[in-house]
């Protein structure tokens, strides 16, 4: 099976460094996505490895080959970069039948992955008449014309309707199942929370994680509980006796952080308080990742009046 290799890879934009040293492996069998702030370098890394750019040192390869060097590459590596780079004047059909030619490819996979996408419909028009979801729809065919071992998708879902996202979800995940090395590059934490098995994440050039969601989400966990109770009153004061802040919710429910269900659960116990509900609270993806990426992203606007409001 075919990973994408990754080894002391930096490239400089002349007195920019878009990408630092950066050493990772893509599995097979997994999706992995590929996360990181406005400018952190995942685009220059995948145009490295698809030998679009050129790297001022380090290497990327696929399957242990440099990408130019893949013969018909439709059939190792299927890419989706940039979704509106399809001619507009050719119809869907005949751009992926001039793909299909020139890669060796069959012209059947056309009518297959027009079907596949949700295209087979509109194939005869022409692509400059496509909505945004309809080109993604189209560049995602594209990327799977050729029965790839490896497909790298940057933002796959952008632009596409709630049918789509699921669609391109368990497109991804089925891929994965199949043995094949998927990478996503994606901004949407809660997309990428629901097909990414592993993560890479990158910030300023370099990488700051490599490991499976689970470790991920587990090495940002802060403990926390959230809870429902009769006796509101007296559990505040039991848990801020003993060191906690329970803060209220607006929906009836407490929120108390650092702080284990078992810790909770047993002082309002032994107060004979009953709790109607005791969870502990998860960390979302978005949680985990803004906490590693806190000060690194290039690109941030000052905090508005409102968000600025809710933190006094
Ligand atoms: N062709 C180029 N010429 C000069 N600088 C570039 C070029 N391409 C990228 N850069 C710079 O390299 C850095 C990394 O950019 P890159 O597009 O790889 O980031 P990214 O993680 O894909 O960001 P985004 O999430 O915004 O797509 C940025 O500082 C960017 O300005």
Redesign the pocket.
Known sequence: MTSIDVHELT?D??T????DHLTFSVRPGRVTGFL????????????LVLGL?RPTSGTATVGGLSYVSLANPLRRVGVLLDAQAAHGSRTARSHLLALAASNGIADRRVEEVLEESGLAAVGRRRIKTFSLGMRQRLGIAAALLGEPDVVML??PSNGLDPEGIIWIRELMRGMAREGRTVLV?S?LMNETSSFADHLIV?GG?RLLADMSMREFLDSHRRPGVRLRTGEAGRLHDVLVRRGFRPVPGDDGRWTVEGVTAEEVGKAAADEGIPLWELTELRTTLEEAYLDLTAGRA?FTAPATASAAHQEV
């Open positions: 490239k934009y002349g920019t460094r878009a990408v990181g702030p406005n400018g952190a370098g995942k685009s220059t890394t995948m145009r750019d940057d933002e590059s901004h990158l050039g290039q």
